[in-house]
């Protein structure tokens, strides 16, 4: 069954160290006045040249992540009280700077959509298959996140894929189950797989990336 191509960030698929829910993430600071809306599933990076704690949307140019966005806490200067949700509406909503919970553990595994393309495909059957991107690098776009219903949603798929050990995700694994699932057909374009952060404590194709510092 051919997929369909609805990208909806990075999903965490499993915890890495475990614990409590918020276990493996660093609250990290955006400034009230930066203007870009953030989503569940973004992946975000340190602001430029600053050494703070704050964050703002990731940039494909860029290798260097500071994590995947999953929640943010802010005090709300429209209906006057702090709030939570999980995503960041831009400037001029916040009375002081907003608080972001980030995925940032190490070891934590994700699953997203691959690019309208055959790009993340296996080639063959799963039992048979001549390739896969297992075990190689990836990088990321944004695409378009959304608010439906008052829940953010990030729009970020993977869209290359590669030997450049610099890349700032690893391919992990196939998404095939549930069969018929929408991105559980391995075959066609837009499967999910599941990523892994590519960073120094990430050595899973065998041969020792020298990854991301």
Sequence with gaps: MANTFKPFGFLQYQGGAGGAATFGMTRRRISSSYATALYAGDPVQPAVSTATGYIVQGSASTTVLAGILSAVQF??????????QNYWPGSGVATGDAFALVVDDPNARFRVSSGNNTTFNITG???TF???????YAQYSMGTGSVTSGYGQSGAFINTLGTTVTLPFI???LITDPPGDNGADPTTAANHVVVGFNNEWLRDNGAGPTGIS
Excluded at 131 to 136: A, F, H, I, M, T
């Design 171 to 173: 391919v992990i694994d």
């Design 130 to 136: 001549t390739s896969s991107p297992v075990g190689q």
């Design 125 to 127: 059957t799963l039992s």
């Design 75 to 84: 005090f709300n200067s429209t209906i006057g009280r702090t709030v939570w």
